[in-house]
């Protein structure tokens, strides 16, 4: 099993990934003024977004599957 300190960043990278993706895919209009390709086509803006939530559901999944489940507090 890895280190504490990387299954750490690994859950902090994924629950920022989804919010940056979250913010992209719900972003207005003028947050696509930022960079002039997003801005002539805002679906670019949104397919990233997706894609950002996505990555981040794929990191955290994997990182709760590389850990062992908690014991039940029935059974303790």
Avoid at 24 to 39: C, T, V
């Amino acid at each position: 099993m890895p280190n504490k300190d990387i299954m750490r960043f690994i859950r902090f990278s994924s629950i920022y990934v989804i919010v940056a993706g979250v913010a992209l895919l719900l972003a207005p209009e003028s947050m696509g003024k930022l960079s002039r390709w997003f801005a002539d086509n805002p679906r670019y803006l949104r397919l990233a977004g997706m894609l950002d939530i996505s990555l981040g559901i794929w990191l955290a999944r994997q990182r709760y599957q590389a850990e062992a489940p908690p014991i039940l507090w029935w059974r303790k």
